[in-house]
Nanobody, 124 residues
Framework: QVQLVESGGGLVQAGGSLRLSCAASGGTFSRYTMGWFRQAPGKEREFVAG????????YYGESMKGRFTISRDNAKNTVYLQMNSLNPEDTAVYYC?????????????????WGQGTQVTVAS
């Protein structure tokens, strides 16, 4: 059974950076794509970024392009999300997820394995 554990969240000033990590266990990490999502209070869960099995192809939500970078290290069973130029609108709980497949979906309903989430708060 695949389990995901996020880390790296915290409080940062506007314009600052954070790097989130998501460690996977219980499966063959390199066989499935990974995604990052976020959910702010009162809002729906939103696609942030996704990455192919090899890491060679990445996908981003519109407001994240040019600021966020997703990457993965299959030797460490870990996916990362580097977030730069953060603004208060980025404040949310960030989740990593997988559907244990080969396709990156933007719809969170396509994912069935989720981490517990890590809080990111950006102060103005």
């Amino acid at each position: 059974q695949v389990q995901l554990v996020e880390s790296g969240g915290g409080l940062v000033q506007a314009g600052g950076s954070l790097r989130l990590s998501c460690a996977a266990s219980g499966g063959t990490f390199s066989r499935y794509t990974m995604g990052w999502f976020r959910q702010a209070p009162g809002k729906e869960r939103e696609f942030v970024a996704g990455i192919s099995r090899s890491g060679g192809t990445t996908y981003y939500g519109e407001s994240m392009k040019g600021r966020f970078t997703i990457s993965r290290d299959n030797a460490k069973n870990t996916v990362y999300l580097q977030m730069n130029s953060l603004n208060p609108e980025d404040t949310a709980v960030y989740y990593c997820a997988t559907n244990l497949g080969i396709t990156v979906y933007r719809d969170p309903r396509e994912y069935d394995v989720w981490g517990q989430g890590t809080q990111v708060t950006v102060a103005s």
